[in-house]
């Protein structure tokens, strides 16, 4: 059946997702509670309570969800300061990745992309049938904005910048961005982990264009499951992105746990700010306990390289522990491990493993 399928999408490696808390338990023959899921840089905290009072009063979930997204669109104006105009709503910024790339790319059209950095920019490429122009990072994983704009050709479509950058957890200066910008070309800011920077170019879009910035409400807001993002855009390209995205993108579920959550900012802020201060004292702890060598992070997440030793088996041992965490061994992630923040205790229990690790 093979032939009936377009030719490029045959070699497409599909992304390699995390597993879920049963799958990681049952593997390990342990009880769910006893993991700690590090890998997925998930929040560590539950939903707001806002969120679960709601849903569990639903009684409308046979009704189709609002195709405009109109309340959330609303809610987030105040959030981002920017009219509804130039927000749209989607199933996680992961589906308005793949719909940008859609309305921008023909056969052969080229996109911009800054390895080490989110897989799935290379990959919805290829399945959109484009052509990824990788431009690697420096040895500190900063953009080379020279070797971008050299790159650059009449077939060129889009720039993709996760800011901050996963899995490196570092930012790309204003001034960077801005020379991007100034190819004219469409720019991709990803701030899916804005809350944990605080930096943003959002404020950029009227002025320009070619910006799209999109964000996410599955790590600050501990909505992951439920699949909720938003994107902002000059409002007529929002308007070709509404065109093209499926009718009813956004479930009622999730549209409302989206709204609750900016209802009750003045809680979520605390655990952002958790999630912060937890980052830092991990950072501390793991330059101290010294097997893991990590790399300053302005993200929810550390990238660590193992002082002396083996990644792959620094996670496997942590495995047995029931501490999971994402491991690299790409051309420019050589035997890596990346750790998402947790809870204060969670901390502990990698720190105390890592320990067992050193003294066998």
């Known amino acids: 059946m093979k032939r009936l399928i377009r030719r490029h999408l045959i070699d497409v490696v599909p992304y390699q997702a995390v597993q879920p808390l049963e799958v990681l338990a049952k593997r390990l023959g342990i009880p769910v509670e006893r993991i700690i899921k590090l890998d997925a840089n998930e929040s560590p905290y539950s939903c707001s309570p806002r969120v679960m009072q709601a849903l569990s009063k639903v009684d409308s979930h046979h009704i189709y969800p609002d195709p405009e997204h109109r309340e959330l669109r609303s809610m987030l104006e105040e959030y981002t300061g920017l009219g509804k105009e130039y927000i749209g709503v989607g199933n996680g910024s992961d589906e308005l990745i793949d ?3 859609r309305i921008t ?24 049938n484009g052509e990824i122009v990788d431009i690697p990072r420096e040895d500190d994983f900063s953009v080379n904005v020279e070797k971008a704009k050299s790159a650059i050709d009449d077939h060129t479509k889009v720039i993709l910048l996760c800011n901050p950058n996963n899995p490196t957890g570092n930012t790309t200066p204003l001034y960077d961005i801005m020379s991007l910008l100034e190819i004219g070309i469409l720019v991709v800011v990803d701030e899916a982990y804005y809350e944990f920077s605080g930096e943003t170019v959002a ?16 790590k600050w807001a501990g909505l992951a499951g439920l699949r909720i993002g938003y994107g902002i855009f000059d409002p007529e390209i929002r308007e070709i992105i509404y065109k093209a995205k499926l009718p009813y993108n956004a479930s009622s579920a999730a549209q409302m746990a989206a709204i609750e959550s900016l209802k009750d900012l003045d809680n979520m802020k605390k655990r952002i700010d958790a999630i912060t201060s937890e980052r830092e004292r991990l950072y501390r702890e793991l330059q101290q306990q010294g097997m893991l060598a990590p790399y300053p992070s302005r993200s929810n997440f550390i ?21 999971f965490v994402r491991y690299f061994d790409t051309p420019m992630l050589r035997n890596t491990v990346r750790i998402t923040v947790g809870k204060p205790e969670h901390t502990d229990a990698l720190i105390k493993s890592l320990n067992k690790l050193s003294n066998k």
């Open 203 to 218: 404020h950029l879009v009227p002025s320009y264009p070619n910006l799209i910035v999109l964000r996410s409400f599955s």
């Open 303 to 323: 990238l660590c390289q193992p002082m002396n030793g083996d990644a792959a088996q620094i996670k496997n041992s942590l495995e047995q522990d029931g501490i």
């Open 99 to 101: 719909l940008i790339l």
């Open 105 to 128: 790319l023909e056969s052969g059209d080229k996109v911009i992309n800054f390895p080490p950095t989110f897989v799935p920019y290379g990959i919805r490429t290829k399945v959109c």
